[in-house]
């Protein structure tokens, strides 16, 4: 085991964990640790844009910005993060141009916009022009210009370094009231070296998890396969809370059979959903913005559509995006990606056929609680000092229930910028914490399990069971029953889990090892997804109960919050004690959710 | 900038049969595959799976069908799958290649698929090689905007034309095919090779950044771009379609041309 001691450490180079490193890396002696070379890192899948109220084209404010994000967050958006973020979009988006991203332009020359569901003019009065975007490979021009920045910076990058634990150490400490609680203070993280199979210690005065999302707890998904939850599911094993997991996004347009992602952008450029009736049944569902109502709206019409026998193909499983009437120049120049996708894993032509499309998981909106500073909380209102966490992996929320399409390429530029910039001041004048004795005692007795077990089940065939019964059971369309099935499945494969033996047990690039350990983080999180879906007994944005079909503000328009708890049991799954944390409301009062 | 369209009809007739593929078809295929595995044996060797396949697998989901169904030691990086992260370039049939971009069904399934690692670079273990000397050039000609002068308050203005100019190099996603495809590469490994040149092209031609000339200087070097035979190999092998011949011919040009 070898230790090393920098001001910051920061878990992931997608682009959260870059943003950051751009600010902390010249500012303290910071490190970043990612178990993917920094440009594969999934932020560069992004395709359809980074909104903020440029006003380039058309009139935009923040404000408006603001009101469709929490709006579209179907209002269990904390505010006050909100309006930072849509506040911040405008230098958010100028910073990245400065630093080089080339943005596509208007014929005057500035970054062009162009439109994105849920973002509107005015309060919902029409659709707005507000997502800047580089063709639809927004997100690798991002991903592509932050590491670019990050060389210019000289920034210290260890690759392919898995983070597997989070050192925290707890002492007594007095609230406001008097009463003793116990306060954790971060001393640094464990990491596994991919080539060597060495453990390495950080020590780090401040840690910032920006390892993004969790898709992989689905089978059909536009995530990557290394998106394993793996920063939310360390924060849930030492003892963090994790907000709002139930909300997932489902993305409408993901290759069918494949969930490989067609942007949003298409419908913005003016692709339509058709049934098999050839029939554009978005009218029916959102009759004013139609194709560009959000994600969880479209979705649902789309499940729906094919629930009630209007779905297309020989298993009528699927429904079409319809790019047929559009000019094939102008989608060329626009789309170039999406149509070459099509074309290679379907072998369909977009300008001749519709594209067969379905759901796929995309995005969790929910994840480590983090207030507007980015810090990370222990309870609703305890800051742990040193700890911070930005992108897909952090819950500010700025998403809520519900995501709006390009708000969250913005998430991580402003977020993880501010992250940055407060884990370096944090350590300007913070002192190391002392590492726990044997800090890497965690990590070492499970790698050893694993390489030393002779059970008899198999990584892989877990990993399936449970992808295949959360897209059967939690994902567009849940209740009691799918729910209750699906939580039975996962604590099986719980139990089977500790039963599990692998076939590499060599030192050197062992991924064997390590899907092993990602599939207990997919596990962990599967169980919170469930037991928060479980107990929410309301429909809201992501998360459609069929049995609450509405929303239940008198009930639950509060954040839920649940813990790693063993002497707890919520939902009937012991382990998991589930609390809530009040939503922040500021200007708007929470309305029915109309488009 | 984004055109006013016309509103799709409410409802169109479909084509007979759209979106529809009737069956799903299978087919069997071996793949072998040349195993490195320096812990346990110290030379390379070939490996043959026989595996039942899906109409649209790709070769990564072959090697995953070994990796998860008979041997968990094969060893490959991988993440996107659907060739936008540059994780798994390899040799497939000999030629360069993302594997989760290459249709099995587009292959000659009738004989073995071979798989190996990139050329060029240390191997590590199977198909895993050590990426380090690739981005070692790839930073080496300074891959990041540079401009002299005040920061303007908002955007620095670029025509949608002057941007047109390095349209194709911004779609690198630094995933080496082209580089380990490049026989000069092989001989030379000090060779800069066709990425870090794409990516000083994506430089070098934007008009917002003024340090071209440093660029071109550090290009002009005995390892720089004189050494390109113009093989074309790098081109053929880019998953990402970027014409890396003429990008490097373009440099070319440049360097000759410039005024200083
Ligand atoms: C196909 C697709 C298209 C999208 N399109 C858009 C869009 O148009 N607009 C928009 O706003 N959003 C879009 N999104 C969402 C957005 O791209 C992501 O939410 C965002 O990029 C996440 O960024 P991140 O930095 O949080 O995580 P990522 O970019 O996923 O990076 C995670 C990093 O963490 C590292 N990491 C993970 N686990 C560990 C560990 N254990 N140890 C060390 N390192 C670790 C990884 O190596 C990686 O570097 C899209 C998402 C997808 C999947
Ligand atoms: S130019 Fe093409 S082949 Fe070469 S590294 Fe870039 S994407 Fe890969
Ligand atoms: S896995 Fe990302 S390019 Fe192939």
Redo the contacts with the bound molecule.
Sequence with gaps: MQVHKYDVVI???????MRAAIESGQRARTAV????Y?T????G??????CAALANVEEDNWEWHTFDTVKGGDYIVDQDAAEVMAKEAIDAVLDLEKMGLPFNRTPEGKIDQRRFGGHTRDHGKAAVRRACYAADR??HMI?QTLYQNCVKHNVEFYNE????DLLMVEEEAFREDGTAYQQKRVAGVV?YDLATGELHVFQAKSVIF????A?KVFKTT???H???G??MG?AFRSGLPLEDMEFFQFHPTGLAGLGI?L?E?ARGEGAILRNSDGERFMERYAPTIKDLAPRDIVARAMANEVREGRGCGPNKDYVLLDLTHLEPEHIESKLPDITEFARTYLGVEPFTDPVPVYPTA??AMGGVPTNIETEVLQDNDTVIPGLYA????ACVSVHGANRL????????NVF?RRAGIAAAKYAQDADFVELPENPDALVTAQLEGLLSSTGTENVAALRKTLQDTMDAKVQVFRDEKSLTEALEVIEDLRKRYKNVSIQDKGKRFNLDLLEAVELGFLLDLAEVMTTAALHRKESRGGHYREDYPNRDDENFMIHSMAYRDHNATTEGISGIRLETKPVVVTRYQPMERKY | MSTELPEPPSKIELKAGVGGGGEIPTFNITLRVRRYLPETTAEAYWEDFKLTMYGTDRVLDALHKVKWDHDGSLSFRRSCAHGVCGSDAMRINGRNRLACKTLLKDLDTSKPITVEAIKGLPLEKDLIVDMEPFFQSYREIMPFLITKGHEPTKERIQSAEERAVFDDTTKCILCAACTSSCPVFWTDGQYFGPAAIVNAHRFIFDSRDEAGDMRLEILNDKEGVWRCRTTFNCSEACPRGIQVTKAIAEVKQAILSRTV
């Design positions: 878990v992931g180079a997608g682009g959260a964990g640790l990612t178990k993917l920094p594969r890192s999934h932020t899948a992004a395709q359809g844009g980074m927004t997100g991903l370094y898995y983070v597997l990491s920006a390892s993004g999302g898709g536009s995530n990557a290394t998106l394993t793996d920063g360390i992602l942007t952008g995309h995005y930005a992108g897909e992996t399409g390009t708000n969250s390429l913005l998430d991580i993880g």
